[in-house]
Nanobody
Framework: QVQLVESGGGLVQAGGSLSLPCTAS????????MGWFRQAPGKEREFVAS????????SYGDSVKGRFTISRDNAKNTVYLQMNSLKPEDTAVYYC????????????????WGQGTQVTVSS
């Protein structure tokens, strides 16, 4: 069992930055690929970014490429999402997720989810 806790959300002006950490319980964090997803009101959950167990393989959704960076610190059981040049359309609840093995852009392949953290970008 893995428990995930996101933090770092809040209100930011367009063009600003936020960093979202997600900390996992347990001692096998480095066995899990990690992903970030987001969901805006009335919209489907959207893939944001993923990172492999060792951090060497990273993927991004088209809407965030070049602006967001995913990273992980296995010694701290934490995955991060650095968000720069934020836009109002980035407003959503952001979730981190974990799955054993390879990364995936498909949310249904992730076994564990955090409770989410709200990010609101004002224009």
């Amino acid at each position: 069992q893995v428990q995930l806790v996101e933090s770092g959300g809040g209100l930011v002006q367009a063009g600003g930055s936020l960093s979202l950490p997600c900390t996992a319980s347990g001692r096998t964090f480095n066995n899990y690929a990690m992903g970030w997803f987001r969901q805006a009101p009335g919209k489907e959950r959207e893939f944001v970014a993923s990172i492999s167990t060792g951090g060497g393989n990273r993927s991004y959704g088209d809407s965030v490429k070049g602006r967001f960076t995913i990273s992980r610190d296995n010694a701290k059981n934490t995955v991060y999402l650095q968000m720069n040049s934020l836009k109002p359309e980035d407003t959503a609840v952001y979730y981190c997720a974990a799955r054993r093995g390879l990364t995936s852009t498909d949310s249904t392949r992730y076994e564990y989810w955090g409770q989410g953290t709200q990010v609101t970008v004002s224009s």
